[in-house]
């Protein structure tokens, strides 16, 4: 097994641990994050119905100039945020999706709590 093969397995075992333990609701739904290498996907779930309450991407119109950096990251935070206060939610659960809290998952986590959203 090379390098990259268990870089993805151990990802998935991490992803596994962690959406065990967190399940997004009505009143409190799950915030997560999926980063490509080139690109960032946010979304706000309700898993009680299978929703995707708000959603922003560096794929969206007025963002596709941004890169995959963690400046970049925090301003999609606090834009997410913006659109999860607009629905009334204030309080998330954040779901790192098996990533390492650290880097452009942390900077999306810190914009989020710049907007008003609460973990």
């Not at 935070?77 to 913006?82: K, L, R, V, Y």
Request: glycine content about 6%; cysteine-free; overall charge positive.
């Amino acid at each position: 097994m090379n390098r990259l093969e268990l870089k993805k397995i151990q990802r998935a075992k991490r992803k596994l641990r962690v959406k065990a333990k967190i399940f997004g609701t009505p009143t409190r739904p799950r915030l997560t994050v999926y980063r490509s290498n080139k690109h960032l996907y946010i979304q706000v779930i309700d898993d009680t119905k299978g929703h995707t309450l708000a959603s922003v991407s560096s794929l969206e119109k007025d963002f596709r100039e941004m890169r995959n950096n963690v400046a970049n990251a925090e301003k999609l935070g606090q834009i997410i945020g913006e659109r999860t206060k607009q629905l009334n939610i204030n309080s998330v659960v954040f779901d790192r999706n098996g990533y390492l809290y650290h880097g452009i998952v942390k900077a999306v986590a810190e914009g989020a709590r710049k907007a008003g959203l609460e973990f």
